[in-house]
Antibody, heavy 116, light 106 residues
Framework: QVQLVQSGAEVKKPGASVKVSCKAS????????MHWVRQAPGQGLEWMGM????????SYAQKLQGRVTMTRDTSTSTVYMELSSLRSEDTAVYYC?????????WGKGTTVTVSS | DVQLTQSPSSLSASVGDRVTITCRAS??????LNWYQQKPGKAPKVLIY???SLQSGVPSRFSGSGSGTDFTLTISSLQPEDFATYYC?????????FGQGTKLEI
């Protein structure tokens, strides 16, 4: 079955970087864009950006430009989201989601906590 | 950027009620509007895509309508498992923004 398996929870200090992985299975990896969406505690959903696993082109939310990088490894059907210069406001659950126009399959989420 | 405004932000209803949630876009987005349901501690789940298409496996009591700037999600007869938070999201242009959410409570 189609599934996205994300890496485990992370605790980071302010100023550090975090890299979250999302391993896809059950479908042709290069046929769907992968999006990243985050949700701060008690807050709504925030679109972070997306990557085309076929050509590796990526598009990011303006507010994260310069701090976020999305990459992929087609040999393992895995996409990565790296966020640098972490601050307390980056504490959130990070989701990857497959999309062919709409996000139809989601990972379970990765909790990233930024705390000194 | 396209801004999406949902109303209401929260809603109290009872089992069996008919409920409508509205999403208004800051500019025309044609039918590039999707609806998601999220329960506490879980990932969102798509209910409706392209404004009015029901995702496979989603009960038919959920329906969507609208185009341009005004959209609605309707639940025809609330079931206990429908109490959750609902988000609209546009896939017309990046950034693919979400509405602020509507919390549906008993």
């Amino acid at each position: 079955q189609v599934q996205l398996v994300q890496s485990g929870a992370e605790v980071k200090k302010p100023g550090a970087s975090v890299k979250v992985s999302c391993k896809a299975s059950g479908y042709t990896f290069t046929s769907y864009y992968m999006h990243w969406v985050r949700q701060a505690p008690g807050q709504g959903l925030e679109w972070m950006g997306m990557i085309n696993p076929s050509g590796a082109s990526a598009s990011y939310a303006q507010k994260l430009q310069g701090r976020v990088t999305m990459t992929r490894d087609t040999s393992t059907s895995t996409v990565y989201m790296e966020l640098s210069s972490l601050r307390s406001e980056d504490t959130a659950v990070y989701y990857c989601a497959r999309a062919g126009g709409y996000m139809d399959v989601w990972g379970k989420g990765t909790t990233v906590t930024v705390s000194s | 950027d396209v801004q999406l405004t949902q109303s209401p932000s929260s809603l109290s209803a009872s089992v069996g009620d008919r409920v409508t949630i509205t999403c208004r876009a800051s500019q025309s987005i044609s039918s590039y509007l999707n609806w998601y349901q999220q329960k506490p501690g879980k990932a969102p789940k798509v209910l409706i895509y392209a404004a009015s298409s029901l995702q496979s496996g989603v009960p038919s009591r959920f329906s969507g309508s609208g185009s341009g700037t005004d959209f609605t999600l309707t639940i025809s007869s609330l079931q206990p498992e429908d109490f959750a938070t609902y988000y609209c999201q546009q896939s017309y242009s990046t950034p693919y923004t979400f509405g602020q959410g509507t919390k549906l409570e008993i």
